[in-house]
């Protein structure tokens, strides 16, 4: 795998624990949603991921990331359409699919 490829990924890896780091243990969505920083810190790393992937298909397109499509349309609408962003979107990222996607990258990692 290409060195920048496996860079990308492990910038991937290192956004999604930082998500998990800046989650309260207890996971409650109105706690989420009034914590300015936790969301901003959120977004931030999502946007990261969104950019890693993209650069990643660009280089390698045969690579297979489970809606990596929708991780950089996430990333382009955090970016350019910031007055967008949903803080359900964001909750039902975090809680839903972040813990799939990083033992994929782990998988892609360990290949």
């Known amino acids: 795998m290409e060195k920048g490829v496996l860079a990308w990924l492990e910038d991937i890896k290192l956004a999604i624990d930082e998500i998990e780091e800046f989650l309260p243990q207890r996971r409650d969505f109105f706690e989420f949603k009034k914590d300015l920083k936790t969301r ?21 397109p045969e690579i297979k990331i489970t809606y990596a499509r929708k991780i950089v349309d996430t990333r382009n609408r955090i970016i ?19 813990k799939n996607l990083r033992q994929e990258i782990i998988n892609l990692l360990d290949e």
């Open 40 to 60: 901003k810190a959120i977004e931030r790393n999502i946007g990261i991921i969104g950019e890693a992937v993209k650069r990643i298909l660009n280089v390698n």
């Open 80 to 98: 350019h359409g910031y007055d967008m962003v949903s803080e359900d979107i964001i909750w039902a990222i975090v809680t839903n699919d972040l």
